[in-house]
């Protein structure tokens, strides 16, 4: 036994050297077909051999470049830039002749989509599409690697096999979703690289510092933004996807070091209800043909567990609401270029080869089921058709009519989805709110893309199965906080449809009343008033915000939280403050009034009701707690309000220059000492403002930062589940994500800015607060039955009911403001973006009595 354990290794051993010191293109390329030598390899052009090194995106962009001008096969397209300014490219791959005529195949194609024109059209003369998508996640970089390989294979094989299949095919290759995060990844792990490779996982290679490469610039995880598309990456793959329709869309992938390969489909039980049966059917047929590839090279693999294709904003699941097929590949990851695992050591070439033959399995199965695949792409949209006649809802129709620039961004989202929208023909009323052409929008559902409609708009709270790979709910509506209504066919009828809008502008408002020599005022309602407040309070402005309501001329009402600017005294001439204001209505979407008289209804402009706000200066902890949740605040801070923020380190809060900031924003837990913890203590004292989020809660109650009472859920007993469904059974303790109906009381700064009671919010985790006794101590709290879509189990549902949702606390003179749900998430929560921003605009001013 012991001589035969001793052989294994020596083969073992022997295998591993071979894999690494004789690696070339033999170690991958099938033999089976001749290459042409006028086609530059890999190496020829980047310098090394695939998997020597892991490939730097500019490397990468350089050899498809290379590649294309090589062969008449390519052709290769800039689709725009990542937040970093790198190139996103696609290289189209087909036959000579099909690319000559690249644009009558395109069109041809799409028009498979559409249900009147798409019999006109021969399936069985028409090549399938195929849309390659590598790495989405910058840290999982064996995808991205591998389409080097693809990409010479396709411009190199030669062969009788090779041309039919080019000519029944058109190959999209994206070599990488996320560029600024594989190259953030691909530094990290080559500069880790000694002569002599560390498969010891303790290594510093294999462990990324925070917040790692699988983000983009502001740590989005591009693979739950295909449906919401808030990041330029997604924006710019979305328009090329919805350019051809592809019938595949794979979606290279890595997880586990000691796992082994996953393709799709996943668990049965939790594919999302819209998708039609004949998907999965499909891509069950498709993974025989990677189980072939992958007996043939020995390795091992899994199908039909562990992931699942429930929620439409990943890339394997968006196709299935898209007439396609979507392919989940999952890689077990080396992190590096070596390391042990449960099954031996895996080493980076071995994490490229199982990617590259899964991507030739997939044109393989593409070719020999091409017009079963065109045939399902059109039946797909002709039932779309039948099932929206089907449907008891007929249209959805929404408004923000305090703040038409919230309405605007979900119109935004459904215009990048390519679904058709209009405005009203006239005033509609539905529920007590009345619909107007100038400040509304109606969806039909009887359109070709039905099923991205109802994947967006639907509420749901009946599942098959209580486990979920990532979020059970996502209701758009709800997560933009509209005035909406499910219009049924005794509400509905295309007479309601006005204009189709072709062209989506951004709203603009107007300075009413001209210039003046008083006063301006703008409601805190409209998405970007804070960013407005932070300009004025940049250019030296001062402002106040009234914490009561008023009545200014004309009997128009002011809402609390409305902004005053006063002319005297500034440091800009009244002309100057004018145009400032002009600007300000137009780039910010609001409606400005100008006030020539101090002398309102209910308070006038000179009472104490009305308070200095102060310039926030803000820091946002980061190297601790959730890089998710953090790259959310930034991004919201950065990108949409103009407001600089300080990316702080976590291991600085116990210096004396934190003073600085007048806001701290944590995302999570941290390890601090005593003396940085006493340090953000004293900070919070002097008057300044702490804000945590999600978990963060927890952790500030937990460290004396604030007095809150945190719920404490009891475990379900496990005594009679089986072994191998207990990790399951675990699971299921958890809330995975869903869409929860909170109150606000409206008086309070918190709330500034909500016109209505009600707020939906998004929650993930099983972080619940218990109320406080005092009434203004709750800005937010959950409703008595709070769910409205998404899977909770009832002990958590029950627990969860009137628990708080926003809690703010006095520390010496300053405040803790703890958001108990991420009022950030995924960029389209539209809705719940105010509250951060009234906790960093108006917790100052929080009365102290109300702050318990």
Known sequence: ????????????????????????????????????????????????????????????????????????????????????????????????????????????????????????????????????????????????????????????????????????????????????????????????????????????????????????????????????????????????????????????????????????????????????????????????FHAAALDSIGSLYFTAEGYDDFYYGKGSTFPDINGGVGILFEQASSRGHAQESANGVLRFPFTIKNQFNTALSTWRAAISMRVELLEYQRDFYKKALKAADDDATKAYIFKAEKDPARAYHLADILNEQEIDFYKPSRKLSFNEEEYLPENSYIVPLKQRNYRIIKGMFEKRTEFQDSLFYDISGWTYPLAFNLEYHEMSSRDYSRSQLGDKIEDLRFPQGQVYGGQSNYAYVFEWHGYYAPRAAYKLLESGIRIKVATSKFTGPGDREFDRGTILVPVANQSLTERELFQQMLEISQTDALNIYALNSGLTAGVTLGSNSFEALKKPEIALIVEGGSSYDAGEVWHLLDTRMKMPVTKLPYDRLGRNDIDRYNTIIISGGLNLSKGQLENLKSWVQKGNTLIGTTSAVSWMARNGLSPLKMIEMESLDAAEVPYDMISNHQRAQYIPGGVYMSKLELSHPMAFGYYREELPTFRRGNVMVLPADEMYANPGLYTEKPLLSGWINKPNLDTLANSSTIRVNALGGGKVVSLVDNPNFRAFWFGTNKLMMNAIFFGPIINRSAAK
């Open 1 to 288: 036994m012991e001589r035969m354990r001793s052989l294994f290794l020596l083969i073992f051993l022997a295998i591993s050297f071979q894999a690494t010191a004789q690696l070339d293109l033999s170690y991958y390329l099938p033999q089976n077909v001749s290459y042409n030598p006028s086609i530059p390899t890999p190496k020829e052009v980047i310098g090394h051999e695939v998997g020597e090194w892991h490939i730097t995106h500019d490397k990468l962009v350089y050899y498809m470049k290379a590649l294309a001008a090589a062969s008449d096969r390519m052709s290769i397209q800039e689709i725009g830039t990542t937040h970093e300014g790198r190139q996103q490219v696609i290289v189209t791959v087909s036959h000579p002749n099909n690319l000559a005529n690249i644009d009558k195949l395109r069109s041809d194609h799409v028009w498979l989509t559409y249900p009147n024109e798409a019999d006109k059209f021969d399936v069985e003369k028409m090549p399938v599409v195929i849309y390659m998508g590598h790495s989405i996640h910058g840290n999982e970089p064996s995808g991205a690697n591998a389409s080097l390989l693809t990409a010479y294979y396709l411009a190199a094989a030669q062969g009788p096999a090779i041309d039919n299949a080019l000519r029944n095919s058109v190959i999209l290759l994206d070599p990488a979703y996320n560029p600024d995060g594989l190259t953030r990844f691909s530094t990290w792990a080559n500069m880790h690289k000694g002569k002599v490779v560390n498969t010891d996982p303790s290594d510093r290679e294999y462990s990324e510092v925070w917040p790692g490469g699988r983000t983009n610039h502001y740590w989005f995880d591009l693979n739950r933004d295909w449906l919401p598309v808030q990041q330029p990456e997604s924006r710019n793959r979305i328009t090329q996807y919805h350019l051809w329709k592809p019938n595949i869309l794979t979606d290279h992938h890595e997880m586990g070091t000691n796992s082994t390969f996953f393709f799709q489909p996943g668990v049965p039980e939790r594919t999302h209800p819209i998708t039609p049966k004949e998907n999965q059917e499909l891509t069950a047929k498709i993974g025989e």
